[in-house]
């Protein structure tokens, strides 16, 4: 099951619930107002794979152009 991200529009907490993709956009409370005015946020992420960027942003420093970078390794 994929974990899913929400915030919560009254109190601005921020939770993850794991639940069915089916479920994903349903209403859900917030677990420390308990209000239901939440909202799914968009999640981010990265992976690589032998150290090539195969989804995401690589991590990188402000010497970064691209290619191996020495200050940063990436």
Do not use: Q, W
């Not at 994929?2 to 917030?30: H, N």
Request: glycine share 10%; proline share 4%.
């Amino acid at each position: 099951m994929p974990i899913y991200e929400y915030v919560c529009l009254d109190c601005k907490e921020r939770f993850e619930l794991m639940r069915p993709m089916k479920d994903a956009d349903a209403s859900v409370a917030c677990r420390k107002c308990e209000s239901e005015h939440t909202s799914r946020l968009l999640s981010l992420f990265f992976a690589s794979s032998g150290g090539r960027v195969v989804a995401g942003n690589a991590p990188s420093c402000s010497g970064c152009a691209g290619g191996s970078c020495a200050t940063c390794g990436h």
